[in-house]
């Protein structure tokens, strides 16, 4: 082979690994760090004022709207880009390449808890949607219901109840949103020195002060939320389980 060739070569896969990498990035930010924001957001509507659990049923109600685009919509927009995210990140964790670049100015302990973080979200995140989403369903999991038998609303109950079910069942998920937080926050920090945003050591701690506090703002949201559910009373206000309503019409 000559040398000129080999060099090519070299040069192609070295573009390749960029743009994996890139790629790589983007996923996190977008679709998935949106998807978690606003996921927080929906969530935290459990405590908003009103009859309970009902202004979480609307948030949920309005994505359920999309109707037969919502499976398609959740395949591409959120369970594609999180398995790419995913398979790269293991790689990236086993292969052991670490990203000094990010780290010049930094502790390299952020860099350890960033790779962490991730492995924690994928776990909790396996657990998450099989306990709660309708693909767990074939495995004794996938037990929110948007409506219940009657046809009542029943978003804020099937969630409560979920997080309920154990007395570690809320723990799990401080972790798991406390991890992903902190993943999605370090990571718009590091993302700004991949995309050449923040260069100079200055900016980097400017960003730097800024993703903390997101992250922070963004951590209370999360346990705001976890906090409304499990403090949710099943059985009151606008909202009743099957169960509940069928010992209503009974007594
Ligand atoms: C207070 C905490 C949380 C609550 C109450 C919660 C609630 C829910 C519920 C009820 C669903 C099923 C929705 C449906 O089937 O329509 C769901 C799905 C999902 N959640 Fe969470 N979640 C929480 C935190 C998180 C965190 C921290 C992540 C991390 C990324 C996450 C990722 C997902 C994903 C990927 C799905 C499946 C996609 C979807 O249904 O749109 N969740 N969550
Ligand atoms: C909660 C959902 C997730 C979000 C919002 C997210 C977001 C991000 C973001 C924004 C970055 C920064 C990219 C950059 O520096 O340019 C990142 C990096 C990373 N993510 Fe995730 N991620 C998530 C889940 C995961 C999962 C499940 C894994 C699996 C292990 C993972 C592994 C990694 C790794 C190893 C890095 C560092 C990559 C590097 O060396 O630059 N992430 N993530």
């Not at 659990?53 to 919509?73: C, D, F, N, T, W």
């Not at 502790?107 to 808890?113: A, P, V």
């Not at 992903?180 to 980097?204: C, E, F």
Request: aromatic share 14%; with cysteine.
């Amino acid at each position: 082979m000559s040398e000129e060739h080999s060099q090519a070569q070299a040069a192609a896969t070295d573009g390749y690994h960029f743009l994996i990498h890139r790629l790589h990035s983007l996923t996190g930010l977008i679709p998935i760090g949106v998807f978690l924001m606003m996921h927080l957001f929906t969530n935290a509507s459990v405590l908003a004022p009103g009859p309970a659990g009902m202004e979480y049923q609307k948030s949920v109600e309005r994505i359920h709207a999309l109707g037969p685009l919502l499976v398609p919509v959740e395949i591409v927009g959120i369970f594609l880009p999180l398995l790419f995210h995913s398979i790269i990140g293991f790689m990236i964790i086993y292969t052991g390449k670490s990203n000094t670049q990010h780290y010049r100015y930094g502790g390299n302990i952020r860099y350890s808890f960033q790779r962490w973080t991730g492995v924690i979200a994928f776990f909790f995140i396996m657990y998450h949607v099989w306990q709660l989403h309708w693909v767990g369903q074939p495995f004794r999991g996938g037990s929110f219901r948007l409506y219940n038998e009657s046809g009542g609303p029943a978003a804020a109950v099937t969630t409560a109840e979920a997080i309920k079910a154990a007395w570690w069942v809320a723990p799990v998920y401080a972790v798991g949103i406390l991890a992903s937080v902190y993943h999605l926050s370090n990571g718009i920090w590091t993302s700004l020195i991949t995309w050449g945003i923040t260069i100079r050591p200055r900016s980097q701690q400017m960003a730097g002060y800024v993703c903390a506090g997101f992250g922070v703002i963004l951590s209370l949201i999360g346990l705001g939320a976890l906090r409304g559910f499990k403090t949710f009373e099943v059985g009151s206000g606008a909202v009743q389980t099957a169960e509940s309503l069928q010992e209503a019409t009974h007594h």
